[in-house]
Every structure is written in C-alpha cells, then in structure tokens.
C-alpha cells in the first residue's frame, strides 16, 4: 500500500490535509489539528439547524448517486418515537475506487466526528461503520480510534460532556461487493444475507432493524464537520460558476495506465484534461490514453476525446456521456484492449451478482461467456447484437442496479469501440491483448 | 370494518379493491393473470423473479405487480409491448442455464416455466455456451432438488423460514453459481416440508414417492378432504386409472391455506389396498358365501331382528353414513361408539390454527354430532345378544376379545377388519375416494368431498347400504343421492340445521353455532 504522494499544487486539500500524517491518527493529535471542535458545536445546537447547513452547502452524496444529504437527512422524522440509525457506507467495494480506504487510513477521527455529527442531526444515537471486509488495516485503524474516541469521552453516553448519547460501531464487511447497495448493506448488519430489499420501503421509513435509517458515504461524512467549521458558504464556493449544483471538493483515486496513480482532492468543476494529463501526470511514457472510466466500474467508459473536454462534477460528467459515480478514475491506454476490460469487468459482475433477480443472475454470466468468447476469439456477427439486447434486458428491471451496471460497460464499450470486437470477431487481429510495451 | 375500495384499471377493466392489496391479486380480481414466479399469496413478498413486470402508466420504470401496492385511478398495463418484451427476455435467462429436459420431467405439464415459455417466451434460444450444472441433491423427508431446473424463486426458502418457522434451505453461493442449499445437518424432516414439492413453480423440488409415476397429464382431479387427521384439510385427489397417485393441497383460507402436512398427503397409500372387500357375503354351512345384494339386506336385516343395534363406527365414515347408522341406532335402541387413534400434534406455526391433530381421524366431531360415544375400549358396553356392526372400525386386541360376546357380527366396510373371526353379514362399501359425502372437522366445518374414483366389484357407499337395510326394517329412506341423506341430516339434527350441499359449495361452512372458520 502505496505511501500517499506530495500534493499536486492544483490540488485543493480539505479531506486529505493530514494524509500521511500519522500524528493525526491519534484523539489528541486530532484535536490539535482542530479536529472534534465541529462536533462539540454541532451537539449545542439544533438538529435541523444542521441539517438546514448542510443543505444550503450543496453537499452530494459521494457514494456514487450524488443525492444531496442534507435534503436526505431531512427525511428523518424527528421526534418519531422511534429509534434512529445512521449507516456509514465504508463497504468502499467499487471496481477502480479507493478513496475512503486513505480517509480511513490516516484520517479515522474525521470519519468518527463526521458520523457522530451526522447522527445527531437526524436523531439517531446509533451509527454503523459497515467497513468492506478485505479492508483489513482501515479496520484495524478504525476499530482502534473508536476505542480511543469512546475512551476520551468524545463519543459515547455523554459525547463530548454535551449529556447527549452519540455511539459509533464499526461492523466489518465478509466481502461482498453487493453489501455497498444500502439495503444489502442494512442486511448484512442485521445479520442475514446480504441481498437488497425492494424499495419502497425506503430506508427512511423501514431501514436498519426496520427502524428509519440514512445511509451515507464515508468521504460524505467526513465533509461535514469542514462545512460546519467553515460555513455553507465557503463550500459552496468550490464549484463552477455557472453550476451550483455540485460544490466542494472531491477525492478522485486514479488507477491505470497512469503516470502517477492516487487520490487526487480537486474542487468540483475542475477540468478533466488537465486533471489526468497534468495533476496525474499523462499516459506512461511513449502510450496515449485511449479510454476512461470516470467513476467507478459502474460508470460508462468514454474515450479521451470525450473525457479531455469534460468537466470534472456531477452534471459536466453526464454531459460527456457518463457519471461521476464514486470518482474512481480508471485510465486505459492504447495497449489495453477494450473487449478484455470489458470482460474483466463483466466477470466480476457475474461474480458478484447475488442472485436475488433473474436478469442480473443469468444475464451478468452470460454477459461474461459471450465477452470472453470474443476475447478467445471464437465470437460470432450476432454476438454483438446479443449482447446489446441482454444488457436491455438488464437494464432498469431489477431490485438494485448492479445488473444496470454490468450492461453499462458492455453498452458504452460497444458505443465507442465497437471496431475493436469486430476485429476480434472477423480475426483480423490474432489475439485480444495487445502487445504490452516496455515503460 | 369497510374500509374506501381503491379502484384501478388492470388491462382496460375497472377493479376496486381494498387498500393494500397488490396488483397480483387486482389482476386476479380482474380476471386477468400476471403471470409470475416468486409471488405466492401464502408467503412474504420477494420480488426476486422479475417475471410479473408490468407497465404502470406515468410510472417510469416496469413495476414488479406482487411489490406493487394499488393506488387510485392506476391504470395498469399487463400485456403492453414493452411488458412482454420484459417477461420474454426473464423467460430467456431463467431458461439459458436450463436443462429444457421437460420429456424426463415430473413437472411437466404443471410447469409454470413451460406454460409461460409456451405463452409468451422466445421460440428459440440465443445462448450458445456451456450450461452450468449441478448434481441432483436428496434434502431429505420425501423431497428430492434437482438444481439444475431451478429458477431460484425463493419459494421453497420462504416456506420454510416464514411458514414452517424451520430454517432449513438457503440460497448458497452467488451469481449463475446460486442454488438451493440446505443447512448444514439439517434436513427437510418438518412435518409439513413437502409442501415446497407444490410451491416450486418448476420441476426442481420433487416427491420422491411422486417420481417418475405419472405424467400431469394422465391425472384425474377431484376435489376432497383429507382424512389424516380432525383438521379436515381441503385437498385434491389425483387418479389415474382408477388407482389414486397422490394428494395435493387445495386453497382454502378458513382451513388450511394452502398447505397440507405430510402425514395427510401419504395417507393416499391406504386407499389403493389390494385386499379390498368386493361382494357381500353372509356367513353359510360352507362359509363366507357371496351373495346378492337383496340377500345380504335381507340377512343383515334378520341378523337385526329383535336385537341391540351395537355400532362401531369409525371416525372416518361421512356424516351421511354416521347419520343412517345413527337412525338403525335409535330404531333398535342400540348404542353408538368410536374410538379416534391419537398422534403427536404437529403445527404449522405461519398459519393460524393449522395443524396437523393429535386426533388421526377426519370426522370425529361429526360422530359425536349424530350421538355417538368417543370412548377409549368403545366395545365395553357390549352385551350378549347384540347386533354388532362393525363400520370401517379398526378392531384392537381388546376390541377382538370383547367383539366375541356379541351373538351377531355385522360387517359394512371396505376391507375385512384385521383379526375378526367371524362375521354373519360382509356388506362391502366404499372409500372416501369412491364415495360423495361430507366430514365435519374439530372447529365444526362441514365439508363435502367429491368421488374421485370408481368403487371395486360390488362395493356401495355405506349410506346407501345403509337405507337399504332400514328401508327394509320398515322406515322410510327415499334416498337417491348423498345430498338427500344429508337433506335428512339437517332436518332432524338441529346441529345441521340450515346447512345443504349446494350451500356447503367446496370450501365448507360451520356447523349452527360455530365462528365462520378456524382461521377468521
């Protein structure tokens, strides 16, 4: 596990300021970094006075749907009777994203201070940490801080001497990628298998243990108390002008065929060209960059052309052709061969379906079969059609969207590089993976 | 109690329906049929097939109908372009990994996947890879899974957790590789498992006692009550060549749901007995001799004369049968009694006051109802000088001893009763599969089965013996029909009062003086 880089000097540092510092692992190295100032505010004052910043700060999920928290927050009915309970997704599972492994790493505080603000504001005593089970040090690390924290008084029955209870439980993940869809997640929890649950109901009605539940992402989380500490204002300010629908910065964890491959904290609106090409540092040496994936394997793959002249937040992505996802950027170079990504991918959908809907269980496997085929170079004309016509099938037709997901990277893989599975097809190239060059 | 009704439109026909209800069984009540796999109206929601996509107009996305509660004014798509389209691309997955092995298939012709593929799915099949395959797996008690035909609806794991509250079978492994897994040391022993054998859609759940027997379409259906035990659960009896195959549970909310226990669908096995008695005999120098009908009236009458009607009739006779034995009882001042064989009382904790009963008989509240004595030793009040009929009646080592003071035997039954030494009169009748009638069950359920097959040789229900012989000693009993006894019935018994056959229907009504139902 790679040492965090020195920061790029386009780079704008809020969440990962004390990456590598490993002084602000501790409670006492936290709050010398200002760290829990934040959450001994947020516990003087009013839930819905928080919620209502969070809110005006523009603050988007950053978990790969980009819903905006604070609206999401609201949904919680305080003062319901009921028992509340606030989900970290931690489950940080997606194919090319690896952001809140480093938030976890170096930074566990900033995730215990943000879920115990988050908790508060919607009324819950109770947050889980569901961490990814292959996360074995983020575990470690986390496990130990909330120890710490618990200890000094920071969370607990009487959190930070405010007489309120805020407790924070990290729960370790066995490894299933469908256990970052939210419902899975609440499953996996309470314990059963972790498979999604039909919605409606919604986790704000009948979530965790049947009781209302929000559910956010650990880079969310963590950049609330910045929010609360330096005002809505401040945050809403990192965007584009002309777009105020996506502010404030966004950890992109780039892998691939990337000169300097990491997470990179930019602010939104920051142009893609530049990002991989200067802050990343370009194709290896002597390749060019053929194709990105954005964010997370979920995501349609565009070409460069496409992703050079894009925008880097919520809407300049859609309107390039694909999403911003979880951010996690996968860069290709001329010496990959797209119908073998598309394969690898494809596999480890199929791998990781659950198996609750039909489409998704036999369609991801299928999807798989016919890809590698082409790839072993037995693949036929109607192949392609095929393959467009299961991914209709799988698309917008199941419980969750992991199946949607798989017909993603085939559709928009197909959309662009349709040449280079014809070539497999008509064996005009002799195998699917290119020659690899030395760097 | 009258909740608002929704109404909606389903396929251009307005329904209402109360609140809550999903679009499934909207449908239904529409008469249309969405057609769908992992929905069963006697077990939760999953939502997992897919199959029941349909078109909600103003609704973005197909909406799975059984997860799809009724609002105002929706106006439902079922057969819509783009809802087939959906259901012709599941049937295509769920069939891709398929054996498609339905001439070897013990569900063919009952499949739900063949039925739908027929109705709707692609002619031909676009898959060209290998299929996935897994081996035959024995879960234990009389079910067999066969993974291969699985579509992974969840029935079977539904039942089992949240019906028979036995966690028994899981989905194991994930993806394409997903099938049916049981826990480990665990097996399909519940009393009531073999219900998943009828819950699963397709042919992946088998009977073992079922397998390779019959073909759907060979069988005979008839519409029944089971006999096993005082529940008087409704079922279906499936012949085929006047030989009996098997029991299947028939819906009936107020008794049994949907669902039979084991010991119920094995009791078929009683009924297709080889050693059946054929003709009615009377005891002559040279033996049992066959005989006439008239004859034997005539002998069994004689045999009565100036005696003690001493009857003992088994709990499992029809309440037609009961009520004329109960007549030839008062006629000859004569004495009623059964005895009801006790077994280990096993519930079926999903469903309220389901059970299979301690009490191994169907119809033992209908013989108290007509005055017959449930007693442990039923023979102990037996005289010399009666007339004992012995109706269907088990006799017990004590039973024998006792049955030996009576100064006359008359036997009216289907089988000759094990270890009876001598009987004047064999009046052979028929089973309930051969016979139409009705049982009452524990909660006072009166409820009519219908004769699935033809009786052997000579045999006659017993209640048309039954007014033969009583029509012969003198009393009047026009009786053409099972509904004129129990015409009969109901107007000399005020516990019957009010009650027919065409009001009964198929599902039953209770008795004067009974809630509606056991489960209402």
């Known amino acids: ?439 | 109690m009258t909740a608002p009704m929704v109404n909606l439109t389903i396929e251009g026909r307005p329904v209402a329906v109360p609140p809550g209800t999903n679009l499934v069984e909207a449908a239904k009540q529409a008469g249309v049929l969405i057609p769908h796999y992992c929905y069963h109206p006697g077990l939760p929601v999953a939502g997992v097939c897919r199959m029941c996509l349909v078109e909600v107009e103003k609704s973005p996305k197909l909406a799975p109908a059984c997860a799809t509660a009724v609002a105002e004014g929706q106006v439902v798509h079922v057969h819509s372009e783009k809802a087939r389209e959906a259901r012709k691309g599941v049937l295509e997955m769920l069939l891709i990994n398929h054996p498609l092995d339905c001439p070897i298939c013990d569900q063919s012709g009952e499949c739900e996947l063949q039925d739908y593929t027929y109705q709707e799915g692609r002619a031909d099949s676009r898959y060209r890879e290998p299929k996935r395959f897994n081996p035959v797996e024995d879960f234990g008690g009389d079910v067999m899974y066969v993974p291969n035909r699985c579509i992974l609806c969840t029935r079977c794991v539904r039942f089992m957790d949240d019906v028979a509250k036995d966690t028994v079978l899981n989905v194991t492994e994930r993806g394409d590789r997903a099938h049916i897994g049981k826990f480990e040391g665990k097996d399909l022993t519940h009393p009531w498992a073999a219900n998943v054998v009828d819950l699963c859609p397709v042919g992946a759940l088998l009977s073992k006692d079922f397998l390779n027997k019959a073909r759907a379409w060979e069988l005979d259906r008839t519409a029944s009550v089971c006999t096993g035990c005082s529940q008087g659960c409704n079922i279906i009896v499936e012949t085929r060549d006047n030989v009996v195959m098997r029991f299947r549970p028939r819906s009936n909310e107020a008794v049994n749901e949907f669902f039979m226990c084991d010991h119920g669908r094995m009791n078929y096995r009683g009924l297709n007995r080889r050693d059946r008695l054929e003709v009615p005999t009377i005891l002559g120098p040279r033996g049992h001799e066959a005989v006439d009908w008239e004859v034997a009236i005539d002998a069994a009458v004689r045999v009565l004369k100036g005696k003690r009607a001493y009857v003992l009739a088994s709990p499992n006779c029809s309440n037609e049968t009961l009520h004329l034995l109960s007549r030839l009882v008062k006629k000859t001042n004569g004495v009623g009694s059964f005895r009801v064989d006790q077994g280990i009382e096993a519930p079926l904790p999903g469903v309220t006051d389901l059970a299979l009963r301690a009490d191994r008989a169907a119809n033992g509240r209908g013989a108290e109802l007509v005055g017959f004595t449930r007693n442990e030793t039923p023979l102990a009040g037996l005289q010399a000088g009666d007339a004992l009929i012995i109706a269907d009646h088990a006799l017990s080592r004590a039973d024998l001893e006792m049955a030996g003071r009576a100064s006359a035997v008359i036997v009216l039954s289907s089988t000759m009763p094990a270890g009876l030494a001598r009987a004047d009169v064999v009046l052979p009748t028929c089973t309930v599969v051969e016979e139409e009638g009705s049982f009452t069950n524990l909660r006072g359920r009166v409820q009519r089965f219908l004769q699935a097959k033809a009786a052997p040789g000579l045999a006659r229900p017993g209640w048309y013996v039954l007014a033969d012989v009583l029509q012969a000693m003198g009393e009047s009993t026009a009786f053409f029909l099972a509904r004129d006894v129990f015409q009969d019935l109901a107007t000399s018994n005020p516990a019957f009062a009010g009650l027919s056959y065409d009001q009964l229907g198929l599902r039953g009504l209770p008795i004067a003086g009974q809630a509606a139902g056991v489960a209402s």
């Open chain 1, 1 to 439: 596990m790679g040492f965090p880089h020195t920061p790029h000097p386009r780079e704008t540092q809020v969440l990962s300021t004390h990456f590598g510092d490993a002084d602000a692992r501790s409670v006492d190295g936290w709050k010398k970094r200002g760290g829990y100032q934040a959450l001994a505010n947020a516990l003087g004052t009013d839930p819905v006075a928080i919620q209502n910043v969070v809110k005006e700060s523009g603050l988007r999920g950053r978990g790969g749907a980009g819903f905006p928290t604070g609206l999401k927050w609201s949904f919680m009915k305080l003062g319901d009777g009921k028992p509340h309970y606030l989900c970290c997704n931690a489950d940080e599972s997606e194919p090319g994203t690896f952001k809140d492994r480093e938030i976890m790493r170096w930074t566990p505080h900033a995730l215990i201070e943000g879920c115990a603000i988050g908790a508060y504001a919607i009324g819950a005593e109770d947050c889980f940490i569901y961490i990814r089970g292959e996360f074995t040090e983020p575990l470690q690390v986390m496990e130990r801080a909330c120890a710490d924290a618990r200890a000094a008084g920071v969370i607990g029955k009487n959190a930070m001497g405010s007489g309120k209870t805020v407790n924070v439980w990290v729960h370790k993940g066995a490894g299933a990628y469908i256990c970052g869809e939210e419902t899975a997640l609440m499953n996996s929890i309470e314990g059963k298998r972790g498979n999604p649950r039909i919605k409606p109901p919604f986790p704000a009605v009948a979530g965790l243990f049947g009781k209302p539940t929000t559910i956010n992402n650990v880079e969310t989380l963590t950049a609330v108390p910045h929010i609360l500490n330096r005002g809505a204002d401040w945050y809403k300010k990192m965007s584009r002008p002309d777009n105020p629908k996506s502010t404030g910065t966004k950890l992109w964890s780039v892998c691939g065929n990337i000169a300097r491959p990491g997470n990179y904290e930019v602010e939104m609106g920051f142009p893609f060209g530049e990002f991989l090409q200067d802050v990343c540092g370009g194709a290896p040496k002597g390749r060019k960059i053929k194709a990105v994936i954005p964010g997370g394997s979920s995501v349609p793959v565009i070409p460069w052309e496409q992703a050079a002249a894009a925008v880097m937040d919520y809407e300049g992505m859609v309107a390039a052709g694909t999403m911003l996802g979880s951010a996690g950027c996968i860069v290709m170079d001329d010496a990959q061969s797209i119908p073998r990504q598309a394969a690898r991918l494809a596999r480890f959908y199929a791998h990781e379906s659950c198996a609750q809907c039909t489409q998704c269980r036999e369609g991801t496997a299928w999807t798989t079969k016919i890809l590698e085929r082409i790839c072993a170079g037995d693949g036929t004309a109607e192949d392609l059609d095929t393959l467009l016509s299961i991914g209709d099938n799988m698309t917008g037709k199941t419980i969750c969207v992991l199946s949607d997901s798989c017909a993603t990277v085939v559709s928009s893989a197909l959309q662009y590089f349709r040449p280079e599975f014809e070539a497999l097809i008509k064996r005009t190239t002799i195998h699917a993976v290119p020659q690899v060059v030395a760097r």
